[in-house]
Each structure stands twice: as structure tokens, then as C-alpha cells.
């Protein structure tokens, strides 16, 4: 049974850092698609940043510059790295992982498996 644990989260004050992980388990190859999303309440879940098989990032415009998504696949880890953190930022933010939509892309539908998330809190 795949499952995976975010880790990482917490608040910081505008302008900090934080970096986020994410522990995957019970997979028997590592999966194409990797992501973060986020949600607040009364909001749809929204994509923040995902990397494919070959390693190739995407971000969603707002974070752009200012976070970093790796994947450690000898550690089935994935990783979000978020600098210059702004109070929109805040968020319930989850793991993600699946092997693509249909057109191959990363999106929220290209994901089968996600986290529980862990809370980013931003104070101005």
C-alpha cells in the first residue's frame, strides 16, 4: 500500500524559509509524477510546484523563483524548498504522486496518491 508523510511544515514570519519532505513507501517503482498542492479553506486544491521521471520541474506562477521542488528517488523523498515566504502562501500544503494525466503532464488529475498534508502558516 502506497502512502505518503509530509513533514516539515510550521510557522514562520514573512520572508522566512521553510522546506518541506515527503516520505513515500510501498511503491514498487517509483512513480512518474511527483507534486505539492495546496489548500485553503473554501478553496480548490491548487498545484505549487511538481517534477517528472526525468527530473523536470514546473511551478505554479506565484512561487516561481522563490521555491524549489527535488526528489531523492534512492529515498523515495520529495522535497519543496520555500524561501521568501509570503502570508498568501499559507496553506495546507500535500504530496502527491501518479503517473501523469493523459496528455502526460503533472497535473492534480495525473495524481492517484496523496498525503495527509502538514499546515504552512505565514505571519506578516
Known amino acids: 500500500q502506497v502512502q505518503l508523510v509530509e513533514s516539515g511544515g510550521g510557522s514562520v514570519q514573512s520572508g522566512g524559509s521553510l522546506r518541506l519532505s515527503c516520505a513515500a513507501s510501498g511503491y514498487t517503482y517509483s512513480p512518474y509524477c511527483m507534486g505539492w498542492f495546496r489548500q485553503v479553506p473554501g478553496k480548490e486544491r491548487e498545484g505549487v510546484a511538481s517534477?517528472?521521471?526525468?527530473?523536470?520541474?514546473t511551478y505554479a506562477d506565484s512561487v516561481k523563483g522563490r521555491f524549489t521542488i527535488s526528489r531523492d528517488n534512492a529515498k523515495n523523498t520529495l522535497y519543496l524548498q520555500m524561501n521568501s515566504l509570503k502570508p498568501g502562501d499559507t496553506a495546507m500544503y500535500y504530496c502527491a504522486a501518479g503517473d501523469g494525466d493523459v496528455l502526460g503532464y503533472c497535473s492534480k488529475g495525473g495524481m492517484e496518491y496523496w498525503g495527509k498534508g502538514t499546515l504552512v502558516t505565514i505571519s506578516s
Open positions: 517534477i517528472d521521471g526525468d527530473g523536470e520541474p
